[in-house]
């Protein structure tokens, strides 16, 4: 069956070549990242020595272990310091002899505790600085601040994991194959415009022209970031291929074709994928629509995701209420993560044992209860997420358009109904048959083959909850009429709605189980985009009501973000 509004995985634990069932991640709930707070902007002063000064790996180690860590992830590099004796970075400048990667090694060797090295890829600071033959530039040639990956950094960076290999540590925290979060846009350097010349055949576009040359342009976007991955995780696991990686993630919302990464292909290059949630950064919601998100990311592999102990961002050093910390733990561990709680020390390095007392109290609790975490969730809803929606629709406004999956997931939230995500990337018909309903928010471009997967997934009795504007558009977001997609919603499409104040009423005539608490025939809003329908095999249920417009609206002379009632 399909409804048509017009208003608006847990795949076992199977053994996966080269993640083997003894790895540490498969193995632990929650875990500890420490990493100091005063360098992390670039070109901090190099001859400030009250950095990091109280900065100690095995004190680190010890607190840690004590506060019930089952691994421990330590800052070892950033865009201007080596947290440890560097033969290629120079060591922030509070640490003197001191090395504490060795030390934190050799104490947590004592006590089986895993180290895993956080290694800081892309931050424009005294390196880049040093290097501006490896920095990206945008489309007017200019330099952009960040390193480009298709220059002779990957070379640099496969020196810097080695020696770090050295000593001894379990696995590395890649952060992050970003491009950017915003213009300018790169890379434009005589190096990606050669290679893009050789693959595509054409000189590369003069910016977002958002035609058949930007696509292009995307692709070998989206090519840069996951080459350098690859060939960055194949290299360690030539040196050592007990030790894993995994790198920080930003494919899920709210990111857009801005970063970098598309949700599937760039979530799977390492061992596992590592995401952020955070009420600061993603709100209360964000918690577990983003775990669900890298779930069906990488379906089959265990997933981590990573919370702060600080009250507004990573380097905040107020400390969350206890029961502020529960929550969101036990709420990503109910959704199938193991857990790293980040903790940024003071200037000087040291730690704050308040927090430390709170996060032991949470991490005892959740690892008493562990019995209860990683069992296959249930399912009542799909809420199918279009990454080619996303970068042709979403643009370089990409909240707008997810506004229709953020909203239905909050509608799941608020109606307890369990969800997971599907994502178009890897959708299959197995994967749609794991839920009773799939509900397509605002997909406003779904290609041939994913319309072919739905109209076999109703054929065997799943539903579809079809909102906003899905499927009015091409593969470059342009409007388009998509006759199989009419015949599967049983309606032809009229119009879409310039508006987002859209109203809706049901039927006098509709069936009671459909209209719940509602009252029938009256108007109430549904913010959203919207089109007009006019059902062929369908049956309407509603009526779509535009709003008012003043006169001054209509002028252009006012604007229309407040709601207008129905017109």
């Known amino acids: 069956m399909v409804w048509l509004l017009v208003f608006l995985a847990f795949m076992g634990d199977e053994q996966i070549p080269g993640r083997p069932e003894s790895a540490w ?39 840690c272990l004590k506060a019930g860590a089952e691994y421990l992830v330590l800052w070892v590099r950033d865009g201007d310091y080596a947290y440890y004796n560097s033969k290629l970075l120079p060591k922030a400048p509070g640490l003197g002899e001191r090395d504490p990667l060795r030390d934190a090694v050799q104490e947590a060797k004592r006590h089986h505790l895993p180290v895993i090295a956080y290694c800081v890829v892309q931050q424009g600071g005294h390196y880049l600085k040093a290097h501006p033959e490896w920095e990206m530039h945008g489309h007017d040639g200019k330099p952009i ?24 540590i379990d696995g590395f925290h890649i952060d992050m194959v970003d491009q950017g979060f915003g213009p300018p846009y790169g890379c434009w350097c005589p190096t990606c415009r050669q290679e893009f010349q050789d693959h595509f055949g054409h000189d590369m576009p003069t910016g977002p022209t958002w035609d058949a040359s930007w696509r292009d342009m995307l692709d070998f976007r989206y090519q ?22 995994d790198f920080n993630y930003h494919g899920n919302p ?13 979530a799977g290059n390492g061992d596992f994928v590592t995401g ?25 592999i265990p997933f981590q995701v990573a919370m702060q102990r600080g ?63 990683g069992q296959k969730p249930y399912f009542e809803l799909g809420l199918y997420y279009s990454s080619s929606t996303r970068d042709w629709i979403g643009k370089e406004k990409p909240l707008d358009w997810m506004q229709s999956i953020l909203g239905a997931h909050k509608a799941c939230a608020y ?3 369990p969800f997971g995500i599907i994502l178009d990337e890897n959708v299959t018909i197995d994967r749609l048959r794991e839920f009773g309903v799939a509900l397509i928010p605002n997909a406003g471009i779904l290609h041939d083959h994913e319309i072919e997967l739905f109209e076999a997934y109703v054929r065997e009795g799943g539903s579809l909850i079809v909102t906003g504007q899905s499927g009015m558009f091409d593969s470059l ?24 104040d859209n109203w809706f009423r049901f039927l006098p005539d509709v069936p009671s189980e459909l209209l719940g608490e509602i009252p029938a025939d009256w108007s109430f809003l549904v913010k959203g985009p919207a089109a007009v329908f006019v059902p062929t095999s369908a049956q309407p249920f509603g009526q779509l009501l535009a709003p008012h417009r003043t006169t001054r609206q209509k002028e252009g002379r006012e604007g229309t973000d407040w709601p207008m009632c129905p017109g």
């Open 415 to 417: 109606e307890h109904l």
């Open 25 to 63: 991640y498969r193995k632990h709930l929650v875990g500890m990242e420490v990493g100091p707070t005063g360098a992390q902007f670039g070109h901090s002063d190099p001859r400030d020595h009250r950095f990091a000064a109280r900065f100690d790996g095995k004190e680190i180690v010890q607190a």
């Open 254 to 266: 709210p990111f857009s074709f801005e970063v970098g990464q598309r949700p599937v292909q760039h």
């Open 145 to 168: 601040g960040r390193f480009c990956y298709r220059s002779g950094y990957l070379g640099a960076m496969k020196q810097l994991v080695a020696e770090q290999l050295d000593y001894g």
């Open 224 to 245: 840069s970031s996951q080459q350098f991955e690859m060939d960055l995780a194949r290299h360690i696991k030539q040196l050592r291929s007990d030790a894993t990686v």
């Open 311 to 373: 009250v507004r961002m990573y380097h905040d050093q107020t400390t969350r209420p206890l029961a502020d910390i529960r929550w969101e733990l036990l709420t990503l561990l109910a959704h199938g993560a193991f857990v790293t709680m980040v903790d940024k020390t003071t200037f000087e390095g040291s730690l704050d044992p308040v927090a430390y007392s709170r996060i032991g109290q949470a991490f005892h609790e959740a690892r008493s209860k562990s019995s209860h975490f």
């Open 477 to 500: 977001g342009r409007p388009t009429v998509n006759d199989r997609w009419e015949r599967l919603i049983g309606a032809r499409i009229d119009r879409r709605l310039d508006s987002l």
């Open 276 to 300: 952020e949630t955070g009420v600061w950064g993603f709100s209360a919601l964000g918690v577990g629509f983003n775990a669900e998100f890298y779930r069906a990311s990488t379906p089959g």
